[in-house]
Nanobody, 123 residues
Framework: QAQLVESGGGLVQAGGSLRLSCAAS????????MGWFRQAPGKEREFVAA????????YNADSVKGRFTISRDNAKNTVYLQMNSLKPEDTAVYYC????????????????WGQGTQVTVSS
């Protein structure tokens, strides 16, 4: 069974950095688009970033451009989210996602979801 498992979340002070990892298992996701969403308490799930299975393009939400970087290692079936210059408003549960193709920022278009990892940024 396909599974996405996130790790790397935690508590960090504003201005700090964290790197999230998402390990895929149960199938080969190397030919899938992968990405990250987040959800803060009382808010809807929000697109963060995505990366196609091949090529140099990445997609980032305006709120994280210049601060977050998504990358992937297909040999390891793993996608990463490097988060720098973190702000209190980045506090959320971060979810790893995957689907056959990148089709935008609507969470309904992503078929595979991890359980999420908590990121808390203190001011």
């Amino acid at each position: 069974q396909a599974q996405l498992v996130e790790s790397g979340g935690g508590l960090v002070q504003a201005g700090g950095s964290l790197r999230l990892s998402c390990a895929a298992s149960g199938r080969t996701f190397s030919s899938y688009a992968m990405g990250w969403f987040r959800q803060a308490p009382g808010k809807e799930r929000e697109f963060v970033a995505a990366i196609p299975w091949i090529g140099g393009s990445t997609y980032n939400a305006d709120s994280v451009k210049g601060r977050f970087t998504i990358s992937r290692d297909n040999a390891k079936n793993t996608v990463y989210l490097q988060m720098n210059s973190l702000k209190p408003e980045d506090t959320a549960v971060y979810y790893c996602v995957a689907d056959r193709y990148y089709s935008g920022s609507n969470p309904k278009t992503w078929g595979y979801w991890g359980q999420g990892t908590q990121v808390t940024v203190s001011s």
